[in-house]
């Protein structure tokens, strides 16, 4: 059973663009929803999260964008380079439990290309 | 700071031998230390979550006897797999929490069985 559906698979933007991926859950007991971006080869780096009680969270040029009625959230680049091609994933987990830490139920992933 | 390491980052063995893969959280002590798998251009898969010095609790389909977890300290935990064949060839990545929601994840180790 897939919780946590992503969307597109792939996408590309041309620089300076905007990237927009998107996630919908169905566990309404998630309550923290992580971005991870990867490099080919490399492991998972946290991009930025959000919880439920904000509906907007902004780094930089990353922000997440949170619907909880709908249980969707999306990651926005702005601005989007070269550099950020990735793959990015969304993720959820619900609260930690004694043994079962900060579980982690991920997306399938997006491709993501910036072309210069 | 909360970096994870791994070792070793390649490793080529021959089916029917054991390798063991050794997951080290550098700065900070792992409450939790979770153990994924990913085939070519798919998402993270667990495998198995640990706690230092109690049994991994696996993910069902995986198997337990075939991918040894040992959490023997804090800052250490160790995938075994045992009887490699081809079929376990994939990217093996672990990470770990310091007790809130974020998990740090380290470089990843890639296995080829021949």
């Known amino acids: 059973q897939q919780q946590v559906k992503q969307s597109p698979q792939s996408l590309i933007v041309q620089k300076g663009g905007i990237s927009i991926i998107n996630c919908a859950y169905e566990?309404?007991?998630?309550?923290?929803f992580p971005w991870y971006q990867q490099f080919p080869g490399k492991g998972p780096a946290l991009l930025i999260a959000?919880?439920?009680?904000?509906s907007e969270k902004k780094e930089g040029r990353f922000t997440i964008s949170f619907n909880k009625s709908a249980k969707q959230f999306s990651l926005h680049i702005m601005d989007s380079q070269p550099g950020d091609s990735a793959t990015y994933f969304c993720?959820?987990?619900?609260?930690?439990?004694?043994?079962?830490?900060?579980?982690?139920?991920f997306g399938e992933g997006t491709q993501l290309t910036v072309n210069p | 700071g909360a970096v994870v390491s791994q070792h070793p980052s390649r490793v080529i063995c021959k089916s029917g031998t054991s390798v063991k893969i050794e997951c080290r959280s550098l700065d900070f002590q792992a409450t939790t230390m979770f153990w994924y798998r990913q085939f070519p251009k798919q998402s993270l898969m667990l495998m198995a979550t640990s706690n230092e010095g109690s049994k991994a609790t696996y993910e069902q389909g995986v198997e337990k006897d075939k991918f040894l977890i040992n959490h023997a300290s804090l800052t250490l935990s160790t995938l075994t797999v045992t009887s490699a064949h081809p079929e376990d060839s994939s990217f093996y990545i672990c990470s770990a929490d310091l007790g809130g929601d974020t998990q740090y994840f380290g470089p990843g180790t890639r296995l080829t069985v021949l």
């Open positions: 566990n309404t007991a998630f309550d923290y």
């Open positions: 959000i919880r439920p009680d904000v």
């Open positions: 993720a959820a987990s619900r609260a930690r439990g004694v043994t079962s830490g900060s579980r982690l139920t």
